[in-house]
């Protein structure tokens, strides 16, 4: 079947604004994971899912940032009034839940406030 | 507090040399570890994983416990394997290293 799919692919949005990035994770895949990669720098852990509940939103920047997931398949995460330093790479992963089991990754949204 | 740390930012070697990429962790449990790699233009993708105790590519890591390390080594480097290299640990969550870009010249 399909990967895992975000969207959308490039986002350009001017600061202050709101934006909704969508992660369509591979069917079955209970755990889902955001990450945030700021240019030249590694993978950020923003949150993580299993099944719809999200145990661990510490990596979340700051309450401008949220994430849901429903029907535990497709996730957003909400950037609200959005600032420069926001402008990254926000990529999305899924996994089954069992041990050492691989994450799938999308290809990510690259998200540039101006 | 779960940690990944790779010291190093950018490894160059020339094709043919041993390669090392280093990755220590913190943790208290019984750690899950992972190698991902991410070439140019492609999506990060699993290299390998402890458990399995496979070589993939050439590569292999060892997970000490004693040192609280997985490192990725390689006896002989190719300019094919230059990418981005991530160290992962996962917990109840799958937290990375910083990564370390492996630049491999001709």
């Known amino acids: 079947g399909a990967g895992v799919s975000q969207s959308p692919s490039n986002k350009v949005t001017e600061k202050g604004k709101d934006v909704e990035l969508r992660c369509d994770p591979i069917?079955?895949?209970?755990?889902l994971y955001w990450y945030r990669q700021r240019l030249g720098q590694g993978l950020e852990f923003l949150i993580y899912f299993q099944g719809n509940s999200a145990p661990d939103k510490s990596g979340l920047p700051s309450d401008r940032f949220s994430a849901e997931r429903t029907g535990e398949s497709v996730s957003t995460l909400t950037i609200q009034r959005t600032q420069q330093e926001d402008s990254a790479v926000y990529l999305c992963?899924?996994?089954?839940?069992?041990?050492?089991?691989?994450?799938?990754f999308g290809q990510g949204t690259r998200l540039t406030v101006v | 507090a779960q940690r990944v740390t790779q010291p190093e930012k950018l490894l160059s070697v020339f094709k043919g040399a041993p390669v090392e990429l280093k990755c220590n962790y913190s943790y208290s449990g019984s750690p899950e570890l992972f190698w991902y790699v991410q070439y140019s233009r492609q999506r990060l993708q699993l290299l390998l994983r402890?458990?399995s105790r496979e070589s993939i590519k050439g590569f292999t890591a060892d997970l000490n416990k004693g040192e609280t390390s997985f490192h990725l080594k390689k006896p002989f480097a190719q300019e094919e394997d230059s990418a981005m290299y991530y160290c992962a640990l996962k917990t109840d969550k799958l937290i990375f290293g910083t990564g370390t870009r492996l630049q491999v010249f001709p």
């Open positions: 402890h458990i």
């Open positions: 992963a899924s996994s089954l839940a069992s041990k050492n089991t691989e994450a799938f």
């Open positions: 069917s079955g895949h209970t755990a």
